[in-house]
């Protein structure tokens, strides 16, 4: 397998969705991780169908894959960051939540994406962890019934801070899930590197059976900060050969840049970015050359 790149559009928010796509097809990228945001494809806006429409055919023409990305800061409250969450004390609340992500499977099935990417969010206050664990299989079953519907997986991400912060609690989620289908892992390469016990080439090798999208970007030890490859301490040629395998378990979906907090520098960064991996990655590395950290 060849590595197929993308980059995230909540590193491009300064940009029109169109322009963004565009500018990430002109520099070779394969896809995209598309964040349903009010300034990228608004999932909480009139006319969704019709701009997801055109979406898709943008999409096809820049000849571009797509994972739906649902991790835009105040989508559904303008006051608090990434709430309510799927862990929300207030039931209606969690609801809200669910039918985003109901919502963004729904657009992922009419854009042809490879997967919907989620997180659990943070246990609140006063919550055993039974409880949040039960509201958050609770909260996530109808997000998984969509997406069997659809043949579109949900990618859960492990997210330093969440109650479902590492891989350990992806297949405790699995396992209290019973172990369904559609529910994939999204392995952020940086994650790895900030809190995995192995390194992020062995979590990918290991978490290879269940991985449904891939985030990559550098990153130190113990420092949950999303940083330009180069800035951080991963040792990327190896990560690269272990994701080069990934078609060995039938993964077909993207590898997606993930700078959220630079979208300031999003074209140059871009650039950098696809420059860096390519020249890392073992099949598009020529023969005779070295690769460098």
Known sequence: MTIRLGYGTN?????????????????????????????????????????????????????????????????????????????????EARAARTRLLVRAVEVAADLGAHAVHCFSGITPPHTTPDTAWQRLTSALAPVLVAAERTGIPLAIEPEPGHLLANLSDFHHLRILSGDPEPLGLTLDIGHCQCLEPSSPADCVRDAAPWIRHVQ????????????????????????????????????????????????????????????????????TVPKGATSCR
């Open 216 to 283: 990559i970007e550098d990153m130190r030890r113990g420092i949950h900060e999303h940083l330009p490859f180069g800035d951080g301490e991963i040792d990327f040629p190896p990560v690269l050969a272990a994701l080069d395998t990934l078609g060995d378990t039938g993964y077909r979906g993207l590898t997606v840049v993930e700078l959220p907090r630079h979208s300031h520098a999003g074209p140059e960064l871009a650039r950098t970015s696809i420059d860096f991996l390519r020249s890392r990655i073992p099949s």
């Open 11 to 91: 590193g491009l928010t300064d940009l029109r969705l169109d322009d963004a796509l565009a500018l990430l097809a002109g520099l070779g990228y394969e896809g995209v991780g598309l964040t349903l945001d009010h300034m990228h494809l608004d999932p909480l806006a009139p006319d969704l169908a019709t701009r997801t429409r055109r979406v898709a055919h943008r999409l096809e023409q820049l000849g571009l894959g797509v994972t739906v990305e649902t991790g835009a800061r105040y989508v559904l409250d303008p006051r608090r960051k990434h709430g309510p969450s799927l862990l929300d004390a207030d039931p």
